[in-house]
C-alpha cells in the first residue's frame, strides 16, 4: 500500500553532513507515522526520530542527540532526515518507515519500510 525509497547516503568525513530523502508513494493517505532507523553492522535496529506526517510533529531519539532535523516536504511527498557533525560510529543502513496508526519508536511498530541507504563516516 505505501511504498518507500531512501537516498542520499554515501561517505563522509566526520564532522560532515548528509541529507537524507525519503520518497513516499502508493496509499500515501494510509500513512499516520513516519520514522527513521539505522542499523550498523551486527547491531540491533534503532530509533533515530519521527515526524506525524499529517502535523508535522517530530520526535527524537538520544541516538544523535541534536545533530538531526527531520523535516517533510509535502508537495514532494518527501521526507528528509538532515544530519550534521557525522561520527564514525554514525556508519549504518538507514531506512525510513511507516506506520498506519499513530507515532512509535519500535521498528515493530512500523509496518512498511524502504530498502535503506548507506551512511559511511570516515575518522
Known amino acids: 500500500q505505501v511504498l518507500l525509497q531512501e537516498s542520499g547516503g554515501g561517505l563522509v568525513q566526520a564532522g560532515g553532513s548528509l541529507r537524507l530523502s525519503c520518497v513516499v508513494s502508493?496509499?500515501?493517505?494510509?500513512?499516520?507515522?513516519m520514522g527513521w532507523f539505522r542499523q550498523a553492522s551486527g547491531k540491533e535496529r534503532e530509533f533515530v526520530g519521527g515526524?506525524?506526517?499529517?502535523?508535522?510533529?517530530?520526535s527524537y531519539s538520544d541516538s544523535m542527540p541534536g545533530r538531526v532535523i527531520i523535516s517533510r516536504d509535502n508537495a514532494k511527498d518527501t521526507m528528509y532526515l538532515q544530519m550534521n557533525n557525522l561520527k564514525p560510529v554514525d556508519t549504518a543502513v538507514y531506512y525510513c518507515?511507516?506506520?498506519?496508526?499513530?507515532?512509535?519508536?519500535?521498528?515493530?511498530?512500523?509496518?512498511?519500510w524502504g530498502s535503506g541507504t548507506q551512511v559511511t563516516v570516515s575518522a
Open positions: 518507515a511507516s506506520k498506519i496508526d499513530g507515532l512509535g519508536s519500535k521498528p515493530e511498530d512500523y509496518h512498511y
Open positions: 502508493g496509499r500515501i493517505r494510509s500513512t499516520s507515522g
Open positions: 515526524l506525524s506526517w499529517s502535523d508535522h510533529t517530530t
